[in-house]
């Protein structure tokens, strides 16, 4: 019988003696954060980017795809490790379709119990358009939209005044070195949701070719494209019978 205990008593020794105590396990993950929010609709996951700010708990996700309706969409989140996060206020599910066309909160604990209440904004991503004028700057291509084979050999861009809306346009008219045409092109604030804008011509530019003066009138020109990087000039013209709308048409692009 003492055998039969002392065997017992060495199991059981045995046994609580690898149970770990606290003083040997690490500490529980404390980080109530967001990694990552992904989107999507019908159509499966979409596009996007996120821009996380930890100190103020805000994620706002750019979705890529203006045509979204950002009152069916789900989302699902890349959490801090342990961590899970619960709806408040309304706040659709993860994982479920609700309406994100306005900010929605969630609150992240953390496997410590730590918590802390996040926003999360779904917005439409805007690529960064940097200095306008810089499309049209050096060597261009001057397409002729009158006389196609008639266009400008040389074909020039100028930042004007370090003015990121104002360029100077030199090219040579009808292909003719001695007729060159120098004009000063402004450019309108840009539509962010086409990228496009107007030109203005600021002053009238007369051309003498062969003895005789053409000219471009001052005003509405065309207009921009800063996702294709062209120009689509379109100049009140005179001195010279182009039939149609008596318009000089001109698609200036980059090499």
Known sequence: MKYIASLLFVA????TSCVPTFEN???LPNDPSIIEILIGNENGNLPFVNAIYSDNHLDTVFVKDKTVDFSKVYLQGNLS???KIEPIDGAP???TYGDFSSARKYKVIAPSGNSAEWTIVLDYYIPPVGCLADRWVGNLTCFDGIWADS???SCVGRKMNDDCHLVKLTFDFWGDVSAMAIMNLQLGEIDMDTFSGEVTLLE???VDYYGDVYTFHKGSAGTYSATANELYLNFEFSGY????DGRYRFT???N
């Open 241 to 244: 019978d182009i039939g149609g």
């Open 81 to 83: 490790a342990g961590c």
């Open 12 to 15: 059981i020794f045995i046994a």
């Open 252 to 254: 200036v692009s980059q």
């Open 204 to 206: 009238d530019v007369a």
């Open 25 to 27: 396990v690490g500490e």
């Open 151 to 153: 266009s400008p050999t």
């Open 93 to 95: 599910i993860f994982g």
